[in-house]
């Protein structure tokens, strides 16, 4: 069947890269004749009677590659368990409704684990619908990069730098945590990035008597010596957790897809610090801000290729599949994975290859050292 009107559509947490990524999908459409709608606020925008869409053209996207967020919007509505009242019901049955009333021959949808795993089982049901690979996290599986790892990525470093020079003027324990789920890539590598002392992630619970022993003999050792450091810059990614504690989450209430809203967890810890040490620590949280603002020239590129590579996969009926990249712009390769297989196992930080389990840092070996 020729394909005339690709619907495309983000869910989940917004990400720099989303735009570019629509934009690049309209402009290789439009060079083959297909029209192309945005859908309003991710699955959201499938549902109920009369949905709308934004029907987008060349002109409309000609500089959405500069922009961060999504403009079509996102949730993190999950249409296989909406909540309709105090119940929660299927209602996927509509968005393949609303597929078919809106004309729509091939769906685009850019997410992580969550809207993605949507994709695999409307795929199942029959719908014509390929993914695109999204989060700050870089947790999903079967894709070495994901939109917005990046600029996020850079961001946290930078605030990771800068918060050093408090620190260190001031002489204390400065907590930056970031996001991560259930991943620490982010956490560790803009912690490298940005010089952080120590790094913890959600793959490896701490153990918290380590933590501050370290700490104290870091600024004990630089209030003897001036020649070394009096501050510490740790960086904790929101799902890290001592030995045998749970994570900290904001209320306790879960998402449509059974998501706590995490945070608190750098607070807690910088509160342990100045309990059990004679150091002053102090805590900021980097929240949205973190994956806010435009993309970097990495997270641009990366959506231009995986939008390309999204409409030769709907040419070619690929449905139920995920675009992979292996490697970074300019030097990447794409390939077609199923959405199943993508979303089964998550991606997590190696630890054996890249934590130092011991000074809760990225391993010295990750630059060859000894
Ligand atoms: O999935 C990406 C992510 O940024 C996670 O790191 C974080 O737990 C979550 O989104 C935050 O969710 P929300 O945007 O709903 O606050």
Redesign the pocket.
């Known amino acids: 069947m020729a394909i005339k009107r690709i619907g495309v559509l983000t869910g989940?947490?917004?990400?720099p890269g989303l735009n570019p990524a629509i934009r690049s999908v309209v402009l290789k459409a439009a060079e083959r004749g297909i029209a192309t709608v945005g859908i309003y606020d991710g699955w959201q925008g499938l549902l109920g009677e009369s949905p709308e869409v934004w029907e987008l053209d060349e002109v409309t996207v000609q500089s959405w590659e500069r922009d961060g967020g999504t403009h079509i919007g996102s949730s993190?509505t999950n249409p296989f368990s909406s909540k309709a009242g105090a119940q929660k019901v299927d209602r996927s049955d509509e968005v393949l409704a609303n597929l078919r009333r809106l004309g729509i021959d091939a769906l685009v949808a850019i997410g992580?684990e969550d809207t993605l795993g949507v994709a695999a089982r409307l795929a199942k049901k029959g719908a014509p619908v390929v993914g695109l690979p999204k989060?700050?996290?870089k947790d999903l599986g079967s894709t070495e990069y994901t939109l917005g790892f990046d600029t996020s990525m850079r961001v946290c470093a930078e605030i990771i730098e800068r918060s050093a020079t408090p620190a260190g003027s001031h002489h204390w324990v400065q907590v930056v945590e970031v996001?991560?789920?259930h991943a620490g890539h982010?956490a560790l590598w803009s912690g490298l990035a940005g010089g952080a002392f120590m790094t913890l992630i959600p793959e490896h619970p701490f153990d918290i008597e380590r933590v501050v022993r370290l700490l104290d003999e870091r600024l004990a050792r630089g209030s003897r010596d001036r020649r070394f450091p009096r501050y510490a810059v740790v960086v904790i990614a929101?799902?890290a957790s001592p030995a045998g504690r749970r994570e900290v989450t904001v209320d306790g209430k879960k998402?449509e897809f059974g998501?706590m809203?995490?945070g608190g967890i750098g607070a807690w810890l910088a509160d342990e610090i100045r309990q059990r040490t004679p150091w002053d620590a102090r805590a900021v949280a980097l929240g949205?801000p973190q994956?806010g603002g435009s993309p970097s020239a990495i997270d641009r590129l990366m959506g231009y290729l995986f939008g390309v590579a999204g409409v030769e996969a709907v040419e070619r009926g690929e449905w139920g599949k995920m675009v992979s990249a292996r490697g970074i712009a300019p030097a990447c390769d794409f390939s077609l994975v199923a959405l199943d297989e993508a979303v089964k196992g998550l991606n997590l930080v190696d630890v054996k290859r890249h934590y130092d389990v011991d000074h809760y840092c990225a391993a010295r070996q990750v630059f060859g050292g000894a």
């Open positions: 989940g947490g917004d990400a993190r992580g989060t700050i996290d996001m991560g789920r982010l929101e799902g998402d998501h809203r995490l949205h994956r």
